[in-house]
């Protein structure tokens, strides 16, 4: 009996459900390398930590919190990245060609929180629900990370990425984000 077409059907089948499967079902696992402080490199995916936010600007930023997170990557990987297991007002699956993930170390730690923890990220309100809010807010007045070494640069980063787009807004009054605000 010949298998190959049998073989072929079954290949064919899998390979259309892979490319149309639904982000929802998304899981990234493996060594990452650190593109900058927020999103992972994976050997066929790019990874956009869901929720935090690492400094683009001024360089020296973005090259620390990148660096710091390779840092944690090789010490705690490999690295697990899924669909967000919590509630924000946007969390579409993909952005600038990544996927928008949750992503864990080896040891279940989440990386988001252990970025924001260390002072390297804020906590990206309309995509985390403000989940980071609280570890931010304790990362800033420890002066941790760049906290201590771009203060100016945190604080509006931080001030920013604290919005909420109008259509997110369910009528609570503002919070204050940061210490002395």
Same mark, same amino acid.
């Given at each position: 009996m010949d298998y190959r077409l049998p073989l072929f059907g079954v290949v064919v089948v899998f390979a259309l459900v892979t490319l149309f499967m639904p /982000?929802? +079902?998304m899981t990234v696992t493996g060594t990452a390398y650190a593109i900058d402080g927020d999103t992972l490199a994976f050997t066929d995916d790019r990874v956009r930590i869901v929720g935090i936010d690492a400094p683009d600007a001024p360089r020296e930023a973005k090259e620390t919190s990148g660096t710091?997170? !390779?840092g944690l990557v090789n010490d705690n990987g490999p690295i697990t990245c899924t669909k967000p297991?919590? /509630?924000a007002c946007r969390n579409p699956a993909r952005? +600038?060609?990544r996927h928008n993930l949750e992503c864990r170390f080896a040891t279940g730690d989440?990386? &988001?929180l252990t970025m924001v923890a260390a002072g390297y990220a804020v906590d990206y309100r309309a995509y985390s629900g403000g989940r980071y !809010? &609280?570890?931010m807010k304790q990362a800033a007045r420890a002066h941790r990370g760049l906290w201590r070494t771009d203060w100016e640069h945190m604080v509006a980063l931080a001030k920013q990425r604290s919005q909420l787009p109008e259509r997110c807004y369910n009528g609570a009054a503002s919070e204050h984000i940061l210490p002395g605000d």
């Open positions: /982000e929802r +079902y710091v997170l !390779q297991k919590f /509630e952005s +600038y060609s989440s990386v &988001a !809010q &609280a570890v």
